[in-house]
């Protein structure tokens, strides 16, 4: 699979190493179901985003190749603590590990 950069990846000159994709998380919920408004305090990071970036295929010690799960592109969901938080002109992404997706929304 071809690794596709984004024009915005390029721009913040980061590419993620093996292993790794770049995910802009989507924005968290400002109000409950029932109506009510959510200080930012409140609110639960979302863990699902948008992959921005994908790095190389990973090798494992074994010596097998573990390829990207995701493209560009793709929307995610990764384990709720997983992946490392990055700011990058103002906007913030996590890293997340391959190991760490759980789903592509469809």
């Known amino acids: 699979m071809p690794k596709v950069k984004s024009k915005e990846t390029k ?6 190493l093996m292993g790794y994709i770049l995910v802009e998380p989507s924005a968290a ?8 408004i959510l200080p930012e305090s409140a609110q639960e990071k979302p863990a699902q985003g ?3 970036a994908c790095g190389e295929d990973l090798i ?3 010596g097998k190749v ?3 799960p995701v ?6 969901v990764y384990k ?4 490392d938080e990055i700011k ?5 992404y996590k890293l997340v590990k391959f190991d760490d997706l759980m789903g592509v929304l469809e």
């Open 50 to 52: 948008t992959v921005v």
């Open 66 to 68: 573990l390829k990207c």
């Open 80 to 83: 709720k603590w997983g992946g």
């Open 11 to 16: 721009k913040m000159n980061l590419r993620p």
């Open 88 to 92: 990058i002109a103002g906007i913030e």
């Open 60 to 62: 494992l010690e074994s």
């Open 29 to 36: 919920d400002t109000r409950t179901a029932s109506g009510i």
């Open 71 to 76: 493209q560009v592109g793709d929307k995610v």
